[in-house]
């Protein structure tokens, strides 16, 4: 049994993601020597093995950061067969996907959905991306909302700790202003959640 015979039945097999990843970077030399060589049946069997046994294994541990770098790499990888291999589509939508669910995962939620814009325009009645691209909506809704909110809070809680040392602002719309744009933060976020939730995904 050979070297890609030996690891074809390691990572067929069912490990855990610690495992995978510590045998794709024992040998990953020799994974970037078949990738680099340049032969279509050397780079179709890496590339699944480094996008579903090591970049997502590297992301379901919670080390986003190095799976995009990865998945940088085997977007380059993709390069080399794009036009020659029947799994290009497949490899590459599955390297969008992921690089998508890891913007999402380290709060990039706008580059997360520039990354689900693309398979959706191929793909738009996939519910799994619909829900992840719906969702990304709601947190950047939810982030600018927070923010809003916290200010107007922290603007409240001033002109209060303002009145505790004596100076009492008379003016209800400036006493009371932090604390009416906070609300109104708030309201407008859960408002615009539900409303995202129920709307139609549509792409130009």
Known sequence: MNSKSKLKAFFDSKQDNQ????????????????????????????????????????????NYSQALEVLAEIDNDLDKIKGQSKWYNQYLEGMIFLKGVCFARLKRY????VEFEKILRKNPDNDKYIDWFKSNKENIVADLMNKIMYIGIGFYVLIMIIGWFGYKIENLIIRDIGFVIGLLAFVTSYIWRKVIKKRDVRLS
């Open 110 to 113: 706008k580059d997360s959905n």
């Open 19 to 62: 495992q995978y990843i510590e045998k794709y970077e024992e040998n990953l030399a020799f994974f970037n020597d078949l990738l680099k060589n340049g032969h279509k049946e050397d780079i179709e069997f890496v590339i699944p093995i480094k996008m579903y046994k090591y970049a997502d294994p590297l992301n379901l541990t919670g």
